[in-house]
């Protein structure tokens, strides 16, 4: 009897379910915090909280943090690329288009994934990962232009917004495929992204410094719960998650979190936004469930 493709399993499919759905929600908490704080102070706070729970995580699991020459230098680069400058694209382009068009956008994640896990790990994708990918963009693709279609600002922010996140896929793919390497799996997965994301806070509050002055904070409840949970749950817990999902199907499905996330960010703006679908919206939606089940059913993803 042929063994189920690990993307296939449960101790796979739980956590990517609850990435996905992590992440899926935050966009609407990101936009919340736009208003008052510097988007780098607000990013700087997350990844402190993020850091904190990590350490606290590795300290009760008795893993020190102490790290060699050369996991102090991935941490770093690690910091940097996803805590530092992912986010900050992130959070400046929810200033110029709307955080639906943002979430849809990301969904290209797949593509640098699959390129970098090729270059840099000799991973090469599948034939049916290959379709599903396919079906997933064309899905992605009727999202993009329901989302741009509806999109109250103009063409030259729009354009903003768009580059802004393509420079956070680029910085998130680089950590991504990091965590497939072997240099990473020397390390134990708590105390590594404990430093990554201290680290990461700490160049935040630098640049937040450098860029928007002193420390702001609002001390408004929803501020400080959406700090909170984008700091515990989206970052530490997500995180956490979603580079071991990465060790074990590599970057390029893992990806698939990203493809996903939109439909789940639609969702959730139904629910507390009045977010009304179109049929251009619901055909995206379903063409991406499509393409998700065929590539995560693909038995050698990276070969």
């Known amino acids: 009897m042929t063994a189920k493709p690990n993307s296939t399993r449960a101790a796979i499919l739980i956590p990517f379910a609850i990435v996905t759905l ?10 919340d915090q736009l208003a008052v704080v510097p988007a780098s102070w607000s ?20 893993e020190p943090l102490r790290l060699d020459a050369r996991g102090w230098r991935f941490a770093a680069i690690l910091g940097s690329a996803q805590f530092v400058l992912n986010f900050n694209f992130v959070y400046r382009a929810e200033a110029y288009i709307t955080s639906g068009l943002v979430a849809v956008v990301f969904a290209m994640l797949l593509v640098p994934n ?16 290959v379709i599903g990918s396919g079906v997933a963009m064309a899905g992605t693709a009727l999202l993009f232009l329901h989302e741009a279609r509806t999109d109250p600002n103009g063409p030259a922010a729009s354009l903003m917004g768009i580059g802004f996140t393509l ?12 965590q497939a390497t072997e240099i990473a799996k020397r390390y134990p997965m708590a105390p590594m992204l404990a430093v990554a994301m201290l680290i990461g806070a700490a160049l935040d509050a630098i640049f937040a410094y450098a860029t928007a ?29 979603y580079f071991r999902v990465i060790r074990v199907i590599g970057p390029a499905k893992a990806a698939y979190s990203s493809v ?14 009045g977010y009304r679908w179109s049929p251009l919206a619901v055909a ?18 990276a070969r």
């Not at 997350?46 to 699991?61: D, E, H, P, S, T």
């Not at 996330?261 to 629910?271: G, H, K, R, W, Y």
Request: proline share 3%.
């Open 43 to 62: 990013v700087s706070y997350r990844f402190l909280v993020g850091g904190m729970a990590m350490a606290a995580f590795a300290f009760a699991r008795r």
């Open 167 to 178: 420079c956070a896929i680029l910085s998130a793919s680089t950590a991504n495929v990091m």
């Open 260 to 273: 996903i996330v939109p439909v789940i960010a639609m969702l959730l703006s139904t629910l507390f936004e």
């Open 22 to 31: 992590l992440w899926g929600s935050t966009w609407i908490v990101i936009r």
């Open 213 to 241: 002055g002193p420390p702001a904070f609002e001390w408004r409840l929803g501020y400080i719960l959406g700090v909170l949970y984008l700091g515990l749950f989206a970052s530490a817990v997500a995180f956490t998650l």
């Open 114 to 129: 699959a390129v970098f896990a090729r270059v840099f790990l000799n991973q090469r994708m599948g034939r049916q990962l």
């Open 284 to 301: 995206g939606a379903v063409l991406t469930g499509i393409g998700l089940v065929i590539a995560l059913r693909a038995r050698r993803p």
